[in-house]
């Protein structure tokens, strides 16, 4: 099993600040993945990283890939409450596995 | 489309009953899997199938059985239950199994072995 690691477990900030979640691993993958997942509800996709050194944004998120792409880090501008969630990196050559999540709780 | 359903959304089971968790998806994927997650555990992949007919074991696959008769069912069984079961269960389709392809998730049955 390749093992994803997420740092850190839990963060809370206030509205507008920025943040950096990070996930990590002693494996290469051919991509990673990141999901977010509000509560009852399953994970929803993000975006999927698949070049090392890659940097994709999704408006306020900046995702990056590690050069040897055996890390990936998520980047959140100017948070809002909005963004509060669990935030799941995921990756695997034969079945998904995913990291334990980065707890995001964002306060206005 | 409905994408990924899932029932029931709650059960209470007594130890050592046994029930079915139902899920479908109508997006013609081949590829199913069904996970659980637990407060500080994240995600664990209990068992997947990559199409009809075929299945495979994931990371926690004891006291679970799966089948794959159709394309759009993938039922998870649990055949003597445990307190150790409770969890909240999430079953996923995708065009493919392999890293890259996206995951589409159900809403999740929230289960409890008293």
């Known amino acids: 099993t390749q093992l994803l690691e997420q740092s850190p477990q839990f963060l809370s900030i206030q509205e507008g600040e920025n943040l950096t979640v990070y996930c990590n691993s002693s494996s290469v993958f051919s991509s990673l993945q990141w999901y977010r997942q509000e509560p009852g509800e399953g994970p929803v996709l993000l975006v999927t990283?698949?070049?090392?050194?890659e940097v994709k944004k999704l408006k306020r998120l900046t995702f990056q890939f590690g050069d040897a792409r055996k890390d990936s880090s998520l980047h959140i501008t100017a948070a809002q409450p909005g963004d509060t969630g669990l935030y799941l990196c995921a990756g695997g050559d034969n079945a998904l596995n995913f990291g334990k999540g980065t707890s995001l709780l964002v306060t206005p | 489309n409905a994408g990924v359903t899932q029932t029931p959304k709650f059960q209470v089971l007594k130890t050592g009953q046994s029930m079915t968790l139902q899920c479908a998806q109508d997006m013609n994927h081949e590829y199913m899997s069904w996970y659980r997650q637990d407060p500080g555990m994240g995600l664990r992949l209990i068992h997947y199938?990559?199409?009809?007919?075929?299945?495979d074991q994931g990371e926690v696959p004891n006291g679970y059985n799966v089948s794959r008769s159709t394309t759009e069912d993938f039922p998870l069984r649990l055949l003597s239950a445990a307190p150790s079961q409770t969890s909240v269960y999430f079953c996923?389709?995708?065009?493919?199994?392999?890293?890259?392809?996206?995951?589409?998730f159900g809403p999740g049955t929230r289960l409890t072995v008293l």
């Open positions: 996923a389709s995708s065009t493919g199994g392999l890293s890259g392809d996206t995951q589409y």
């Open positions: 199938s990559v199409g009809a007919g075929i299945t």
């Open positions: 990283v698949v070049t090392g050194g």
